[in-house]
């Protein structure tokens, strides 16, 4: 590593600390450049910082999740702009996300960094594909009250196990379930240009996310593994941070979890009935 002088902990702190949205998206796309060049140190005894507030909260207006607005009539421009909104906040939070995710948890096999990396990209595609959608419809990301139930997960969850569980196999997972849903309705509504736009956006992203529960699967296991504990410790830890669990067990996307690492026997405990063998 001689001659390599930038910090990879440290520059990823840097960034995930830059509050302005192009600004972060920029200085990623530059250190992830280096990162793949390996022009990084990791340096071992690192001791990462604990965020008290997400990067967002110079952007966006804060609020009780249940005072963010409700995504309503879809075959409206404010409809189509409270979900985008929504959605993109959703994208936001993740790409912080994956980068607490390779910023917080050191001396991890270079694969680990790799993956989370990736993840970033991702989000941040999915970020401005979304924000496009936005622009096209005279919104922006920050126009519109959000909530930080993802920071707060992120917060809350400082081991790997537990951020493991937590973030990629139980909240991007949700998003696994919700995300058809939300396609079939729209594909309901009388068709137009920008709700066939939104539906294709929203077609990527969920194919896309599929790959980073995975993604979190592999490192949840190895977590467990590391710790020498059961993979069913999985339930105990959602049902510590979420006690009421898996609350529509009909709508579990089965064939997705499935792709994504979920076991018949989790998928079970989930919908409360055989729906896998």
């Known amino acids: 590593m001689k001659g390599f002088t930038i910090n990879f902990f440290k520059e990823l702190e840097r960034i995930i600390e830059t509050t302005s949205s192009e600004e972060k998206i920029e200085r990623f796309i530059r250190f992830y450049e280096l990162f793949q060049t390996k022009k990084l140190l990791f340096v071992e005894d690192f001791v990462p910082k604990k965020f008290e507030n997400p990067s967002y909260s110079e952007i966006c207006t804060i609020v009780a999740p249940q005072n963010v607005p409700k995504r309503t009539n879809l075959t409206t421009k404010e409809g189509q702009i409270n979900l985008l909104h929504a959605v993109a906040h959703i994208e936001y939070s993740a790409i912080d996300l994956a980068l607490d995710a390779a910023y917080r948890f050191g001396n991890m096999p270079y694969e680990y960094y790799v ?90 992203i969920l194919a896309e996310e599929v790959s980073h529960v995975k993604k979190g699967d592999i490192w949840f296991k190895y977590a467990c593994e590391e710790e020498g504990v059961d993979e069913n410790i999985y339930f105990e830890i959602i049902q510590k941070y979420y006690p009421r669990g898996f609350l529509r067990p009909n709508d579990l996307n089965i064939e997705a979890r499935k792709e994504a690492g979920f076991s018949c026997s989790e998928l079970k405990v989930m919908a409360k009935k055989e729906v896998c063998i």
């Not at 909240?171 to 995300?179: H, M, Q």
């Open 115 to 204: 993956d989370w990396l990736e993840v970033a990209m991702d989000e941040i595609r999915h970020f401005l594909m979304l924000e496009s959608l936005l622009d096209a419809l005279g919104a922006k990301y920050g126009d519109i009250e959000v909530h930080n139930a993802l920071f707060e997960a992120s917060y809350k969850t400082q081991t790997l196990l537990e951020r493991m569980a937590v973030v990629p196999r139980y909240l991007e997972a949700n998003g696994l379930d919700a995300t058809p849903m939300i396609v079939k309705k729209l594909k309901k509504l009388p068709k137009n240009e920008m709700l066939e736009r939104i539906v294709q956006n929203l077609e990527v």
